[in-house]
Nanobody
Framework: QVQLVESGGGLVQPGGSLRLSCATS????????MAWYRQAPGKQRELVAF???????NYADSVKGRFTISRDNDKNTVYLQMNSVRPEDTAVYYC?????????WGQGTQVTVSS
């Protein structure tokens, strides 16, 4: 059974930083595209950023220049470094692994940006 185990969510003040982590199995991590999505209350789930096994990345316009997605191939872990966070970044953040029609989701981790 494929598992994506997320950690790192919590409460952070506007302008602060937070790092999310998502660990999975080597068989998934080596070939799947890894991504972070988020879903705010009353809104649709949206793509935040993704990274391919080769390291190329892409970001939603709303987080460009503030968030960085990266991967540690030794730990089979993908990270989302969130800097200069804003109240509108408040959401449940989900880790995602995708390869064609095969997709897996993490359980989600809450990020709340508030003073």
């Amino acid at each position: 059974q494929v598992q994506l185990v997320e950690s790192g969510g919590g409460l952070v003040q506007p302008g602060g930083s937070l790092r999310l982590s998502c660990a999975t199995s080597e068989s998934i991590f080596r070939v799947y595209r890894m991504a972070w999505y988020r879903q705010a209350p009353g809104k649709q789930r949206e793509l935040v950023a993704f990274i391919y096994s080769g390291g190329s990345t892409n970001y939603a316009d709303s987080v460009k220049g503030r968030f960085t997605i990266s991967r540690d191939n030794d730990k089979n872990t993908v990270y989302l470094q969130m800097n200069s966070v804003r109240p509108e970044d408040t959401a449940v953040y989900y880790c995602h692994a995708g390869l064609g029609v095969r997709v897996y989701w993490g359980q989600g981790t809450q990020v709340t940006v508030s003073s």
